[in-house]
């Protein structure tokens, strides 16, 4: 059964990729940082709604990082897209906690 949505006042057979790439469009993504409160390990990942990723963290409903709860909140940048969001995030991986990865989170300022 196909999924059908009317944009322009067309009906539009829409798979999920295409749904996805016009939610993009109106959806901000950030990529965040997350430090245990149980064993200081850091955690890197992105998504489109904060909140909802955090807690699910601290929910346990992460298998990686369900042994490392609670976690907190340490940094985090906004995308306009999942695109670059994704690149930024592969991009901080890559520091492995090294110098780069430090000096961002020793500058890094979030509210509580």
Not at 16 to 27: A, P
Not at 64 to 75: A, E, N, Q
């Amino acid at each position: 059964m196909a999924d059908l949505r009317f944009w322009r006042g067309k009906a539009v057979k829409c798979t999920l990729s295409k749904i996805e790439r016009f939610i993009g469009f109106f959806v901000m993504w950030y990529i965040y940082i997350l430090q245990s409160l149980n064993n200081n390990r850091f955690y890197t990942g992105y998504t489109s709604d904060m909140n909802k990723r955090v807690s699910r963290h601290n929910s346990g409903g992460n298998l990686s990082t369900r042994s490392g709860r609670p976690w907190k909140l340490v940094y985090f940048e906004k995308y306009p897209n999942k695109i670059d969001a994704m690149r930024r995030e592969r991009q901080i991986k890559k520091y492995k906690g090294g110098s780069a990865f430090k000096k961002l989170i020793k500058h890094a300022w979030v509210a509580e």
